[in-house]
């Protein structure tokens, strides 16, 4: 089976950087991917990890650690748009081509 | 390219009365998948599509049918609705093997049962 695991809120201020953590548990790791979700919308594509390391993409960055099923989104330069729910999620090739997810974790940013 | 589009956008059913969403999309993208969203549970797959004619279950599909007759178009089911159907409905599509590992995503169909 799969387990995804990552923090239910977190808060921060406007033009400071925070990590949002992702542990997962799988049978078949084929990728890890964060998207993005305001509320009311649908989730948008953030980033993509499927071999270990940090991937870049301007303010944001995502890192992978396979042996010890860990990811991390980087958010620098937090601006008040990025109030929104942080969705990590994982392609398991034990599920078909389908990703996922975990519960999500909603940043609030204040100025 | 309208990318990934669901009908309805909202609906309000009563128990045990049956419906159809149908999630269209016009990249020729080979996988579809349909998820429900609930608060504090996430994304949670219901059924998933390979390929035109093709269907397969998630994690939740009790209660649901899908069909894929058409590449482009993928429908959901609800046979006898329950409240326990109420939720936003998430249609998805990527290309299959060998293209873009991004999952792209329809704009979400807002389900009440009473």
């Known amino acids: 089976g799969q387990n995804i695991d990552q923090p239910t809120e977190m808060t921060a201020t406007e033009g400071a950087i925070v990590q949002i953590n992702c542990t997962y548990q799988?049978?078949?790791?084929?990728?890890l991917f964060w998207y993005q979700q305001h509320a009311g919308e649908a989730p948008t594509f953030l980033s993509y990890n499927v071999l270990d390391g940090l991937e870049e993409k301007g303010r944001f960055s995502s890192f992978l650690s396979r042996s010890k099923g860990y990811s991390y989104l980087l958010l620098k330069e937090l601006q008040m748009k990025d109030s929104a729910s942080y969705l990590c999620?994982?392609?398991?090739?034990?599920?078909?081509?389908?990703?996922?997810f975990g519960k999500g974790t909603t940043l609030s940013v204040s100025s | 390219n309208a990318g990934v589009t669901q009908t309805p956008k909202f609906r309000v059913l009563k128990t045990g009365q049956s419906m159809t969403l149908l999630c269209a999309q016009d990249m020729n993208h080979e996988y579809m998948y349909w998820y429900r969203q609930d608060p504090g549970m996430g994304l949670r797959l219901i059924h998933y599509?390979?390929?035109?004619?093709?269907?397969a279950k998630g994690e939740v599909p009790d209660g649901y049918n899908v069909s894929r007759l058409k590449k482009q178009n993928f429908l959901l089911g609800l046979e006898s609705a329950a409240p326990s159907q109420t939720s936003v409905y998430f249609c998805?599509?990527?290309?299959?093997?060998?293209?873009?590992?991004?999952?792209?995503f329809g704009p979400g169909t807002r389900l009440t049962v009473l």
């Open positions: 998805a599509s990527r290309p299959g093997r060998g293209g873009s590992d991004e999952q792209f």
């Open positions: 599509s390979v390929g035109e004619g093709t269907t």
């Open positions: 999620a994982v392609r398991d090739l034990q599920a078909g081509t389908a990703l996922i």
């Open positions: 799988t049978s078949g790791f084929n990728g």
